[in-house]
Each structure stands twice: as C-alpha cells, then as structure tokens.
C-alpha cells in the first residue's frame, strides 16, 4: 500500500511539474511573439518617421537647419476625422533625443469641436529646442495648446524658421506642407508596451 501511495505521488508530482513547464514554455513563446510585433512596429514608427523628415527637409530648407539646432524631435502619423460639428484623431509616433538616441514610442490624441466632415491623414514632426522641453514632451507635462497659442499670429505655426516656446511644428498631408498644424487640445502618452 506504501509503495501504492508513494507511486500517486510520484505521478501527481511528474505531471504537475509537466504542467509547469509547459506553461513556462508557453509564456515564454507568447512573450517572444509579443516582442517581435512590438519590434515590428517600432521598424514601422521608425520608417514612417525618417521617410517623413527626409520629406519636410526636401520642401522646406529651414527645416533643416531648425532640425540641425533642435536637442530632439518626434515624428506622428495620424487621421483626423469629422462629422459636422465633431472631429476627432489619433497617431502613433516616436520621440528622438539626439543626443542619446533614446527612442521613447508615443501615441496622440486629440478632439475639439468644429465643422468637418470625412478623414484626413497627416504627419506631424516637432522640434524641440532643448533637451528640458523635450523630456517636459515625454513625460506628459507638456501643454499643447499653449504652445499653439504661442504660435497664432506668428504666419501660422509651420511658415516660420525660429522656434517659439521651445518648439517646431510641421505638418505635412498628401498635397504638402501645411501653413497652419493644428495642435490645440492635443495629448500625447508613451506606449508602455513599446517601450
């Protein structure tokens, strides 16, 4: 009867440890797979970003020379949307400090009220002039609107070569570079799983 019990044993143990490790094994591939789409997304963040950099630098000159004095930039492809009197959009990007090359991959969000109507793709790129206001950027204490405040009256945010409050704004749509980039009441977060 002794050796009966230890035998149950023996087995309860061999499968429950079989059952361990298979659930490691699986965590583990699930993780590896979880890895290689989050890197597979950075690739796409990455070449979306440099593709539209080397696109703002071909229309704009100044661009370039702002982008050369900026501490680090980051780059967004969004949609916005609008139904009558709402619009509303959303992007994925990356933000770039040039010093270190520290990616930190961000997601932005913005709503307002104001007639619109259909969808509407666009690049953003921002420049930010030291590494305080670029790290003030990633951290989330960053307040968009005032910065787009700061901007109005300045021959629209993206037709000028200086910074103001520290930043750049470019936008760029299908047909080119747009005078004006909205970034009133616009929100950015980091991508904890990206990141």
């Keep these: 009867m002794a050796t009966f019990l230890y035998a149950g044993k023996f087995a309860a143990r061999a499968v429950w440890s079989m059952l361990v490790s298979m659930s490691l094994v699986c965590g583990v591939a699930l993780a590896q797979e979880g890895d290689s789409a989050a890197a597979a997304r950075q690739g796409e963040i990455d070449a979306n970003a440099e593709a539209t950099l080397e696109r703002l630098f071909a229309e704009r000159s100044d661009a370039r020379e702002l982008y050369d004095r900026a501490a680090g930039y980051a780059v967004f492809a969004a949609t916005k949307a609008g139904a009558l009197l709402v619009s509303g959009g959303s992007g994925t990007g990356v933000a770039i400090d ?7 991959y961000m997601r932005m969000g913005t709503g307002g009220i104001g007639f ?3 969808a509407q793709r666009y690049d953003m790129i921002i420049l930010f002039e030291t590494a305080a206001v670029l790290n003030r950027f990633v951290q989330g204490g960053w307040d968009s609107s005032a910065t787009a405040q700061a901007a109005v009256g300045q021959d629209g945010i993206a037709v000028r070569s200086s910074f103001i409050g520290g930043v750049a704004f470019f936008q760029l749509t299908e047909k080119g570079l747009m005078a004006h980039a909205d970034v009133s ?3 950015f977060w980091v991508i ?3 990141n």
Excluded: E, V
């Excluded at 040039?98 to 930190?104: A, D, N, S």
């Design 98 to 104: 040039k010093t270190t090359g520290q990616k930190t």
């Design 116 to 118: 619109g109507l259909g």
């Design 192 to 194: 904890d799983r990206l």
């Design 185 to 187: 009441g616009t929100r």
